[in-house]
């Protein structure tokens, strides 16, 4: 079900991929967006792109480390090409590379989530806001629980979501003058790479204590977390900057271990409308670029 709520928009999802960024790319997609895919050269988004296209979409690959300004500056400038603007950024791409108490956590994996957390989100950013002044466009960045909650052996990466909090409140408030709005969407545990052992940094008993502390009991979807991202950069949204939108399934006001007194029809992940092939893929282990 489509109501063409991006018809005629042009917009760039970095981290697109793989997990929640391949179901932004797939959902605006269906909304009528023309959509930049942006990742690592290792990601499959030329898959993605071609995917969307397969399916009526429009939408290019583009391939590149976002957190170099020059790359951040070529991908904004090959959506100007190719579709003559940009209405929407969405600073999707990051990383989680490590779990761990601080005392023992990596330099290593701390630098690899400033640059791909941060300054990933500040060097597009800063490239997209001249084309996004003449459109009256929009941001959506990814934050995250973490970066409202204090959660053991995440602190460095809960901190590189805070950073992203304040960031695009700060910019909200002075792209105002621009007619841009700036907001955040927050997922709590996501169905993703990222959330299961093998595939990700987290063990069997961190996996288990995630479920029990939602509300909900269990993962959120990458579409159900695509839903939210499509409203914030929808002309639905118009009175809405400065904001961050959790989607979470309660776990940031949850008292507790209280996911496992969910109703049975809260724990059923709905199936979605959107035919994602790369939800568990994506690297989380630290990589040269």
Not at 23 to 40: L, N, P, R, T
Not at 164 to 172: I, N
Request: with cysteine; net charge negative; glycine share 12%.
């Amino acid at each position: 079900m489509t109501a063409n709520r991006l018809k005629n928009k042009v917009a760039i999802v970095t981290g697109g991929g793989t997990g929640i960024g391949e179901a932004i790319c797939k959902k605006f997609a269906s909304e009528g967006a023309s959509v930049v895919v942006a990742g690592f050269p290792e990601d499959p988004v030329e898959k993605v792109a071609e995917e969307i296209s397969k399916t009526g979409g429009t939408a290019i690959a583009f391939a590149g480390d976002i957190s170099v300004l020059a790359n951040a500056q070529r991908c904004v400038a090959m959506a100007v090409k190719e579709f003559g603007k940009l209405d929407i950024l969405i600073n999707n791409a990051g990383v989680f590379p490590e779990v761990n108490m601080l005392q023992d956590y990596s330099e290593e994996a701390f630098d690899y989530m400033i640059k791909n957390n941060l300054r990933s989100a500040f060097a597009m950013s800063k490239a997209a806001l001249p084309e996004l002044h003449k459109t009256k466009g929009n941001i959506v960045s990814a934050g995250s629980e973490s970066g409202v909650l204090g959660i053991a052996q995440n602190a460095p990466y809960g901190g590189t979501k805070g950073f992203m909090h304040a960031f695009m409140k700060g910019l909200a408030v002075e792209q105002a003058q621009f007619g841009v709005r700036c907001n955040v969407v927050g997922p709590g545990p996501i169905d993703t790479a990222w959330t299961h052992t093998g595939t990700g940094p987290m063990d069997s008993k961190m996996v288990k204590t995630m479920k029990e502390a939602t509300p909900m009991g269990r993962r959120g979807t990458p579409e159900e977390v695509a839903n939210v991202y499509l409203f914030l950069a929808s002309d639905e949204a118009t009175y809405v900057t400065g904001a961050l939108y959790m989607v979470d399934g309660g776990i940031t006001v949850a008292k507790g271990g209280v996911g496992s007194q969910a109703d049975s029809s809260m724990k059923d992940e709905p199936e979605g409308e959107l035919k994602l092939k790369h939800s568990k893929e994506g690297h989380t282990s630290i990589r040269s670029n």
